[in-house]
């Protein structure tokens, strides 16, 4: 084949093409060609591209361009397209403006390797998940030094550099690419590209693949709800992202604080056991599909409360702060939420005693019991009466009752003697007087004076 441009009248960015036939072998080709850029002005006449276009795909980016040479030079293309794909390479002069010419004669398809460039294995496709470092290697077969240039060349994504390379002997190196933080924007058909000074190496197009991990689409569904355990259906089937489903997990939180835990399902159902009692939770579904970073955010949360639960005890300590002749004051252990198991609880005050030869019971609301001393006063009581008295905590599921303090009131001033009762016999040097007791006591009479 042979071509030749020339660029005098020509403005620029005109484009000429040498498209070679249609080539299909199972090994790499080299391509070898003589190619001349040059001009009596010394401005570049214009670029020569070269191109490589697999399966009548995408033309994509030039794998070889050259704007100035003052000589016939010669290059390779070390070609590894590998059966069944086809390909066609496409040579192609763009015009800069500058009266020149653009050559290239001697363009032979050899069936051995290249002997200036090294050319690549078999390149395989990579599945990663989203956000991962998609890592390529490219192996090939030939030399390598440090004025090479070696990248991974994308169609319609962004190239990839250098990470590293590995060189095994003078006739076989392995270079590794990464694509950062890979995203459903990176995937696409890679190929391995190195540029050397006697021409550039092309490998086969290989796949990104980028897989979204999988996020349920909906929140999972309460099945039943105890005090300390809750039922869920895991509601799983649809998602956003990718399968396959390799792991089900279920995470956990309370609503306020930071308490949170995960564990693993393998059914479609799941019971979460050794919660807190009247406690909001906010419940979550967790998909992994295979590979690194294959788990998923967590999916809409489902919100729900734990029933209360039976208080533990009854209050302790029942002690008495003071005792008058008609009131009471006693105090009690302080407690809480560990005691109660509810955030909706009560706590009543029990008394009785005898008043009028009839036991008189009452119960009053305590309303002190968030206080780090909790007392209650029981007042309107009778002097020199014993009083048993309880507390009871209550919620919404169950009471638990103090144990029993009696207590005796001081004794009081006595009511009056009845004055219908006083009854006189009088007699020469005396009166004699009698009397009932009076109606109320309150304590023992010590003395009675006339």
């Not at 968030?370 to 002097?383: D, K, R």
């Amino acid at each position: 084949s042979f071509m030749l441009v020339n660029t005098s009248g020509r403005f620029a960015g005109q484009k000429a093409h040498l498209l070679l036939p249609h080539l299909k072998e199972n090994d790499t080709h080299c391509i070898d060609f003589h190619y001349y850029v040059s001009s009596k002005s010394g401005s570049s006449p214009g670029t020569l591209n070269i191109y490589v276009k697999v399966n009548d795909g995408p033309i994509g980016n030039p794998i070889w361009n050259t704007s100035t040479t003052a000589t016939w030079n010669r290059a390779e293309l070390a070609i590894s397209t590998f059966w069944p794909n086809f390909y066609q390479v496409v040579f192609e002069v763009v015009t800069s403006g500058h009266p020149g010419y653009v050559a290239i004669d001697e363009v032979k398809v050899l069936g051995h390797p290249c002997t200036k460039t090294p050319h690549f294995l078999r390149l395989q496709s990579v599945e990663v998940n989203a956000g991962q470092f998609a890592t390529f290697q490219c192996s090939a077969n030939g030399g390598t030094d440090s004025s090479d240039r070696l990248w991974l060349q994308g169609i319609y994504v962004r190239d990839a550099p250098l990470k590293d390379i590995k060189v095994f002997n003078f006739r076989r190196f392995v270079a590794l690419f990464s694509v950062v933080n890979a995203t459903k924007r990176d995937a696409g058909s890679y190929r391995c590209m190195i540029r050397t000074e006697g021409g550039v190496g092309v490998s086969n197009y290989a796949e990104l693949i980028v897989k979204e991990p999988p996020v349920p689409i909906a929140p999972p569904q309460l099945s039943s709800v105890g005090a300390t355990y809750l039922w869920i259906q895991l509601n799983a089937n649809s998602i956003n992202g990718d399968g396959p489903i390799i792991q089900r997990e279920v995470e956990y939180r309370t609503s306020s604080g930071s308490w949170y835990d995960i564990q693993p399902v393998d059914s479609t159902s799941y019971k979460i056991g050794h919660l807190d009692p009247d406690t909001e939770y906010e419940i979550s579904v967790l998909l992994t599909r295979p590979g690194e970073g294959g788990t998923g955010s967590p999916g809409p949360a489902l919100k729900t409360r734990t029933k209360c639960a039976d208080p533990m005890r009854g209050p302790r300590k029942l002690e008495v702060v003071e005792i008058k002749s008609r009131q009471i004051t006693i105090c009690w252990e302080p407690f809480g939420y560990n005691v109660t198991r509810c955030h909706r609880y009560n706590l009543t005050v029990h008394y009785r005693y005898q008043a009028g030869g009839q036991e008189q019971v009452r119960e009053e609301v305590s309303w002190d019991t968030e206080s780090s001393h909790p007392q209650h006063t029981i007042t309107n009581l009778s002097p020199y009466t014993n009083v048993s008295i309880k507390l009871v905590l209550m919620n919404p599921e169950g009471r638990k009752e103090s144990q029993e303090l009696v207590v005796q009131t001081d004794e009081d001033v006595p009511s009056a003697v009845p004055l219908e009762s006083i009854q006189g016999s009088t007699f020469e040097e005396k009166i004699f007087l009698q009397w009932r007791e009076p109606a109320q006591t309150y304590g023992v009479i010590t003395l009675y004076e006339v």
